[in-house]
């Protein structure tokens, strides 16, 4: 009897410790949000130790000895099912974070930060070599960390680091799975080209296109996706992202005035974060259990929006007039037929974000190699602009003219997030079988997004997805949801039959 109330007051204890920690950390990505969308560039520094010393102290919350005696007090408690995998989900937290020492902790936000800042002029100027020497001290802290939580979690220096985005993930079966993605890609981008050049080329409608109304545009589908702007906004960066809290989502996106589609298609993306974010178990807020389940699963909430609903021709039918509304649009251009053949695009390009879904995975696969390369000593970092390129050659065949549209586009390894990449394509893989399951279950799905109403698409992801939160394991949410573990063949179904006219 006594026992018992050690071990539930050790629970509790613990439920009180996570929440704090993860308030400053709340904190922290409220202030990421600021400097990559509102900070003048004068407050980076102060910034840096600000976040710096945030990071210090959600570590010290985890590394007091304290925690350790309490979570092998909490083992024996007569837990329910939920706290049972908030105890797991604690556990898995508190082991990455007290495989580092605090100073590393510290200087690992610091020099994220410093790089980071370098990184945007950088690549405005197209010059790698600028951004070199703080991307060579961040990335000597990164493989440090990486040591030191592979020694803790039993794995690899990159296994160690995928391991924060995506739990449980392991590179052996990523290896697989690419390698599965690679037999099949540069025949079905060979088979979509050909097929694409003997049908009308689309036709871009007539510009420019005022940021304004670009605006204005994805404010008008985050509605229609159920984005709740009491609880969320839109801004601009020079990433897009989805960043805040689960109360207080903060999406950004870009916009060029010579096409709308790649600012309205950033928002969507980002609003499948969002919702995601938002649709999480209000129950467990604060909680491990209570987060979202992993990268993968989170990119998956995005491409599910973005490609899987949002580049239908369902959804294009709905939107098209909106579109053409939107920017006083008349003629065949802005016709859905139209748009339909302009969203589903396939081409050779140089960057990611813009990359249509067929191709997108070949630039996912290029970033994981060299990163695994760079993490585990087999490449220099000044040899990512030959790498990349060469590696862009070979899967995509094209080659980046500058390095703005090269190594240098993306924020992830400028900012310190080393082993998140292989998450997109999971994700996408992800994505592809949960709208199957979710059609499956729903037939009316696409009759209803073809009438801007995503309220069945939404109520099953939240109740087989977003409700669950961290409740489950990766692997056992999806065979919860699609009843079968990550099965490249179906997101393979889906692209022959969205683009080559496959039954």
Request: with cysteine.
């Amino acid at each position: 009897q006594e026992g018992t109330t050690v071990k539930q007051g050790a629970y509790h204890r613990l439920e009180d410790r996570f929440r704090r920690a993860n308030a400053v950390n709340d904190a922290r990505g409220m202030l990421h949000w600021d400097m990559a969308a509102m900070m003048p560039p004068g407050g980076a520094e102060g910034r840096a130790e600000q976040l710096a010393v945030l990071a210090g102290l959600s570590h010290g919350l985890m590394a007091e000895p304290e925690t350790a005696v309490l979570l092998d007090a909490a083992k024996d408690e007569p837990l329910d099912a939920w706290q049972s995998a908030n105890l797991r989900e604690m556990h898995r937290r508190w082991v990455h974070e007290t495989a580092l020492p605090a100073d590393l902790v510290e200087a690992l936000s610091r020099a994220s930060s410093a790089c980071e800042q370098v990184w945007r002029k950088a690549r405005a100027d197209a010059d790698f070599a600028a951004v070199l020497p703080t991307l060579k001290t961040l990335l000597g802290l990164v493989r440090e960390a990486a040591a030191a939580k592979g020694a803790a979690l039993g794995c690899g220096l990159y296994d160690a680091l995928l391991d924060e985005y995506e739990p449980g993930g392991r590179s052996v079966e990523i290896d697989a799975q690419f390698a599965e993605l690679e037999e099949f890609l540069p025949g079905l981008i060979k088979a979509v080209l050909e097929r694409q050049s003997k049908s009308p080329a689309p036709v871009m409608p007539d510009g420019p296109f005022s940021v304004e109304r670009q605006k204005a545009l994805g404010l008008r589908m985050m509605q229609a996706l159920g984005f709740d702007f009491t609880h969320g906004r839109l801004d601009i960066s020079l990433h897009p992202f989805c960043g805040g809290t689960p109360d207080d989502v903060r999406i950004t996106t870009r916009y060029d005035e010579n096409d709308f589609t790649s600012g309205m298609m950033g928002v969507l993306h980002e609003t499948g974060h969002a919702l995601y974010e938002r649709g999480l178990p209000v129950k467990w807020r604060g909680q491990p259990v209570g987060a979202a389940r992993g990268m993968s699963m989170h990119e998956s909430q995005s491409l599910l929006v973005e490609m899987q609903a949002c580049r239908s021709s369902e959804f294009l039918g709905f939107a098209a007039p909106l579109i053409a509304e939107t920017f006083g649009g008349k003629g065949t251009a802005w016709e859905a037929d139209n748009l339909l053949r302009l969203y589903g695009q396939v081409e050779r390009s140089f960057i990611r974000v813009d990359a249509d879904e067929v191709t997108y995975p070949a630039h996912v696969i290029l970033r994981y190699r060299i990163e695994r390369a760079l993490i585990e000593g087999d490449m220099k970092p000044e040899d990512i602009p030959g790498a990349w390129n060469e590696g862009m050659s070979r899967l995509l065949g094209v080659v980046p003219p500058n390095d703005r549209q090269g190594c240098l586009q993306d924020i992830h390894w400028y900012d310190g997030a080393w082993g998140y990449f292989p998450t997109y394509t999971l994700g996408a893989m992800t994505a592809a079988q949960l709208f199957d399951a979710a059609i499956k279950a729903v037939p009316a799905i696409p009759e209803a997004i073809g009438r801007g109403d995503f309220a069945p698409l939404m109520g099953w992801l939240g109740e087989n997805v977003h409700a669950l939160g961290s409740f489950l394991p990766t692997r056992d949410l999806l065979i919860r949801a699609t009843g079968r573990p990550l099965d490249v063949s179906i997101f393979r179904r889906h692209l022959e039959r969205r683009y080559l006219g496959k039954t």
